[in-house]
T-cell receptor, first 117, second 116 residues
Framework: AQSVAQPEDQVNVAEGNPLTVKCTYSVSGNPYLFWYVQYPNRGLQFLLKYITGDNLVKGSYGFEAEFNKSQTSFHLKKPSALVSDSALYFCAVRATLSGAGSYQLTFGKGTKLSVIP | GAVVSQHPSWVICKSGTSVKIECRSLDFQATTMFWYRQFPKQSLMLMATSNEGSKATYEQGVEKDKFLINHASLTLSTLTVTSAHPEDSSFYIC????????????FGSGTRLTVV
């Protein structure tokens, strides 16, 4: 079974400082990894994904994430945080294996990011 | 880009009544649709997976007769909460696999259901 761990319920960072939201995963085979952001009472917005290729993935709104296979991690980063980045962030994984349920995403519990002015 | 339109955004209903939530894919064909439930400050819990023209596959612990899912066309999937009770109050989100986008998914904007 696949799983995602986001060890921090909340991350606080000052505006302008770099931010990191942590994610580790467990999956059979090679993973497809995703980051999504959710604002209150809204659906999920796609930030970035790792499918294959370069381990450093650049996404929307200046976010990036680094795939580290040996550490089974996919931490989300941004060099300079904005107050508008304050939201709930979800890491998700999908197995590359085919078959029933293969399209399903498994989400972490989410990390609330608060950027302090 | 691929958009899933989810309606209503919020709904309040009385206990015992049924509520239907619709998700429409606006510019692509959604062969597979996922339905999630999200409790406050918690992650998304997959309720069921629906494929166009076939019966939905429900996750363990999800009542099939209570949460009716219909995916009769490639552009419309519906979730009906039957005989709703206050414990069904939650945020419901649909998501579709977007073919041809290198494993992309798109999400509806969610429906806040409150049962009184």
């Amino acid at each position: 079974a696949q799983s995602v761990a986001q060890p921090e319920d909340q991350v606080n960072v000052a505006e302008g400082n770099p931010l990191t939201v942590k994610c580790t995963y467990s999956v059979s085979g090679n993973p497809y990894l995703f980051w999504y952001v959710q604002y209150p009472n809204r659906g999920l917005q796609f930030l970035l994904k790792y499918i294959t290729g370069d381990n450093l993935v650049k996404g929307s709104y200046g976010f990036e994430a680094e795939f580290n296979k040996s550490q089974t991690s996919f931490h989300l980063k941004k060099p300079s945080a904005l107050v508008s980045d304050s939201a709930l962030y979800f890491c998700a994984v999908r197995a590359t294996l085919s078959g029933a349920g293969s399209y399903q995403l498994t989400f972490g519990k989410g990390t609330k990011l608060s950027v302090i002015p | 880009g691929a958009v899933v339109s989810q309606h209503p955004s919020w709904v309040i209903c009385k206990s015992g009544t049924s509520v239907k939530i619709e998700c429409r894919s606006l510019d692509f064909q959604a062969t597979t649709m996922f339905w999630y439930r999200q409790f406050p400050k918690q992650s998304l819990m997959l309720m069921a997976t629906s494929n166009e023209g076939s019966k939905a596959t429900y996750e363990q612990g999800v009542e099939k007769d209570k949460f009716l899912i219909n995916h009769a066309s490639l552009t419309l999937s519906t979730l009906t909460v039957t005989s709703a009770h206050p414990e069904d109050s939650s945020f419901y989100i649909c998501s579709a696999v977007v073919s041809g986008t290198n494993y992309g998914y798109t999400f509806g904007s969610g429906t806040r259901l409150t049962v009184v």
